[in-house]
């Protein structure tokens, strides 16, 4: 279906690559193996409000639906596999700024 509205170049584009979008100042949009969106406040050089969301077609299954959160929590959530190497950017950020 993607090929026949968009032809195949962007079909391909749109279905097998990865992207991630930073919307300057806070707002971090993932199109990784999901939708996700995160926002991230400073609140201070040492503390740091991050949280996230992860996006659904609203026809989802409930099996689609489970696995989906599951694979969002390993692998976005708090102790999950990318957020802490996100995390660790985002803190030496602010450790900058704070100098």
Known sequence: R??????EELAERMARKNRNLLI???LVINDIMA??????????PDYMLI???ALAPREETER???YRLYNFLEFRGPGGFATPDDVEALEACQKGFQN
């Open 2 to 7: 993607l090929v026949e509205l968009h032809g």
């Open 24 to 26: 300057y100042p806070n």
């Open 35 to 44: 939708v996700t969106v995160r926002t991230f406040y400073p609140e201070a």
């Open 51 to 53: 949280n996230g969301w």
């Open 64 to 66: 689609a639906r489970k």
